[in-house]
């Protein structure tokens, strides 16, 4: 994907996508999700997403307490140090980044993996709580 005429392709593609928001109201919420997650691993299957990093720069996951526990682990915090020095509630009550870009971003690999230092095949992020899975 060539990211930098990614922007102006996806503004003159505009009028398209246009046309298919209302066929995709139609679909079923719960197929229009299955949809959208078989494409979204097909198309990481061919690219990494840290070669664009635009979420970790622009939009904080959602921290669950066990995102929490692990990082602050990671960090040889105590986990209310963690929250303090990196967390603020949202409006919705949830913990998320106080600051952008995301502070983890240079040690990525030791954040996003479940054995830290080790990638699993395909670049697979973590499958336990929210962190980096929803965007």
């Known amino acids: 994907m060539d990211l930098n005429n990614f922007k102006t ?4 593609e505009y009028a398209n ?18 949809k959208f997650k078989d494409g979204h691993d097909r198309q990481f299957e061919k ?3 840290l070669d664009c990093a635009n979420c970790c720069k622009t939009t904080s996951p959602i921290f ?14 105590k986990s209310s140090v963690f929250i303090s020095t990196y967390l603020h509630r949202d ?7 106080q600051s952008s ?9 030791n954040v996003l993996y479940m054995n830290p230092g080790q990638k699993p095949a395909g670049n697979t992020p973590i499958q336990t709580g929210k962190i980096c899975m929803e965007y």
């Open 91 to 97: 409006d919705e009550g949830d913990f998320v980044l």
């Open 101 to 109: 870009p995301c502070p983890f971003l240079g040690m990525i690999t």
């Open 64 to 77: 669950l307490q066990t995102d929490i526990d692990r990082l602050s682990k990671l960090l040889k915090m």
């Open 47 to 49: 690219m990494d997403c």
């Open 9 to 12: 392709k996806s503004q003159s």
């Open 17 to 34: 996508h246009k046309k298919i928001k209302p066929r995709l109201k139609k679909i079923k919420p719960k197929v229009l999700d299955e």
